[in-house]
């Protein structure tokens, strides 16, 4: 009977000592350990999609993107250049960071529930959604003036399946023509050919930063999708490392890098983060 006290406290030391060895050698095989070892990080994006990540005149890739993978090197390294990007394909994107090619991809990804069962997704660093682009001297000033105009608009869009009915929940009355590529669609808002054209914001955006005083949007977008960089599965240290950069970088510290990139390549001046009261809790 006096025995039976010992061989408990026994089980339960050597239970604790597992699960700090089990812990340890988890804590060791983190991705973050293995990047800081490493000196530096390898991004998975792309390299034809301005402005999230596209060759410059210099043949260098340039875009939010590419910012966002700077931001998350410079958490690690205190030098945004310590960092590889390896240019992949969109059905690349996951497999990457399953067969670790990949620290993380960061390329436009829309976050869903179901590639939330493959990967790990970060938290979101921008929300898209559909726009309008308009000439700067258009009759139309808000979406509302496009509404009550009903089917005397026009409005163009890169032909897909659901492009008619995309188009239709913003402007149910509307007349949709449908272009084989962007630049078609582009050319008819050019020509008068199309009142507006409708694609994604940040394309909307892009492209006024591009040609200053030649088109405007009206502030009306809709059909929300998050985008956020994916990491692999089941590394809770390196997710909270990427989470932690990505956040100080919208919210802290890093906030001036941040603000600066969302207006080069969006043409938008963010607000400075509230002080106080952290904006999270409210």
């Given amino acids: 009977m006096q025995q039976r006290p010992s061989v408990f406290k026994a089980c339960v030391f050597l239970f604790a000592a597992s699960a700090s060895i089990a812990g340890f050698v988890q804590a060791a095989d983190s991705k973050l350990d293995s990047v800081l070892a490493r000196g530096h990080l390898i991004v998975g994006t792309g390299s034809t999609n301005a402005p999230w990540h596209f060759q410059g005149a210099d043949g260098k890739l340039q875009g939010f993107d590419i910012d966002i993978g700077r931001m998350v090197a410079k958490g690690l390294f205190n030098d945004p250049t310590k960092v590889e990007f390896v240019v992949q394909s969109s059905d690349a994107r996951i497999p990457n960071l399953l067969t670790d090619k990949v620290d993380m991809s960061c390329q436009f990804i829309t976050v869903t529930a179901s590639r939330a069962q493959q990967v790990a997704f970060t938290l979101p660093y921008y929300r898209e959604g559909v726009g309008l682009l308009l000439p700067a001297n258009s009759k139309y000033k808000e979406i509302e003036d496009l509404q009550a ?38 050319q008819a808002v050019n020509s008068g050919r199309a009142d507006a054209a409708a694609t994604d914001q940040s394309s909307v955006k ?24 994916a990491v692999k599965r089941g590394d809770q240290d390196w997710l909270n490392f990427v989470n932690t950069a990505l956040h100080e970088a919208m919210t802290g510290v890093e906030f001036p890098t941040y603000k600066a990139s969302f207006k080069q390549w969006f043409g938008v001046d963010l607000p400075e983060p509230a002080i106080g009261f952290p904006v999270e809790f409210k």
């Fill in 206 to 229: 892009y492209l006024m930063v591009q040609n200053p005083g030649r088109y405007r949007s009206p502030t009306y977008a809709w059909s929300p999708q998050t985008y956020a960089c």
């Fill in 149 to 186: 105009a009903g089917d005397g608009v026009t409005v163009a869009v890169l032909q897909n399946v659901y492009a008619e009915e995309l188009v239709h929940q913003a402007l149910p009355k509307a007349t949709v023509d449908q272009y084989d590529s962007v630049d078609l669609m582009y």
